[in-house]
């Protein structure tokens, strides 16, 4: 018996005349794609568990106009953020949390100018202050003495300054942290940032994912654990592309607690 997920939305709080603690935002990412919907549901395994009072927006929930914007057409960013930020004002939300950084990045910095003022978090900070307030533990037994490298996604990193929440979650699975050589501040795209997720790449020498693959690669991980849907799509793919999918998983954060819970 698979046991139902809960998740409320916004006009049933609304109904009741009550107010969550968090508004997930689920984007687009973590609504459609196949694969990132697993990191959706782990997320919202976690909530559950934790008790966490939250809600969806569910069908009243638009893109957020970040790959409209990376691509050069303000006037449709600017009428998709405007519509979220009147259904976001109008429920009075306060807090957002999101699995993707690009969703992330752009409510937090970016609606602010279009009159949408909110907490904005990335997931990886919430479940690191759920883990810290006691409202989750987490017993690493599962990943005891794995090699994982976190894929810094730069929307999180180089853009918000988030590098800390995702890796001490990895530590507290009693797993060995390993870096790239290029992580953190010097962390690379995994080539799908600036809306080139919905394109080809142009000709060159090799791609973007590839390239970030190998430097994942040459530090021998078991897990390489990511923070955004679009980055675990491209090191996915990477991992394919070198033939090493039945030894090296993709995994999120988010997934790797779930796991490491039983959830």
């Known amino acids: 018996m698979v046991s139902e997920l809960k998740v409320p939305t916004m006009a049933e709080f609304f109904a009741a005349s009550t107010v969550p603690e968090v508004l997930f935002w689920v984007g687009c990412a973590g609504s459609f794609d196949d694969r990132a919907k697993k990191i959706t549901k782990a997320f ?6 934790a008790n966490v009072s939250f809600a969806v927006l569910g069908t009243e929930e638009s893109c957020t106009g970040d790959p409209a914007k990376r691509a050069g057409n303000e006037f449709l960013f600017q009428m998709q953020a405007v519509t979220n930020i009147e259904v976001l004002n109008a429920y009075e ?3 957002i949390v999101t699995a993707c950084p690009h969703c992330f ?3 937090k910095n970016e609606y602010p100018g279009l009159g949408g003022n909110y907490e904005v978090v990335h997931h990886t900070q919430f479940l690191k202050q759920l883990l810290t307030e006691g409202r989750i533990s987490m017993e690493g037994g ?4 794995k090699r994982i490298t976190f894929h810094d996604p730069c929307y999180l990193g180089r853009a918000n300054g988030v590098y800390e929440a995702p890796r001490d979650l990895i530590r507290k699975l009693d797993a060995e942290l390993v870096e790239m050589k290029s992580c953190k501040q010097r962390g690379l795209c995994c080539g799908a940032g600036g809306a080139q997720m919905f ?4 000709k060159g020498d090799k ?5 970030r693959t190998e430097q994942a690669l040459e530090i021998k991980p078991d897990i390489i654990a990511a923070g955004c849907p ?3 799509t491209m090191m996915t793919d990477g991992v394919k592309n070198k033939e090493k999918e039945d ?12 796991t490491a819970e039983d959830l």
Do not use: R
Not at 142 to 145: L, S, V
């Open 247 to 258: 030894s090296i998983a993709v995994m999120d954060i988010a997934e790797l607690i779930a």
């Open 230 to 232: 679009f980055c675990n």
């Open 199 to 202: 394109k080809e790449p142009e």
């Open 207 to 211: 791609d973007v994912n590839i390239e």
């Open 44 to 49: 919202v395994k976690i909530l559950n568990k």
């Open 93 to 95: 939300i306060k807090k």
């Open 105 to 107: 990045n752009t409510i």
């Open 142 to 145: 599962t990943f005891k003495g």
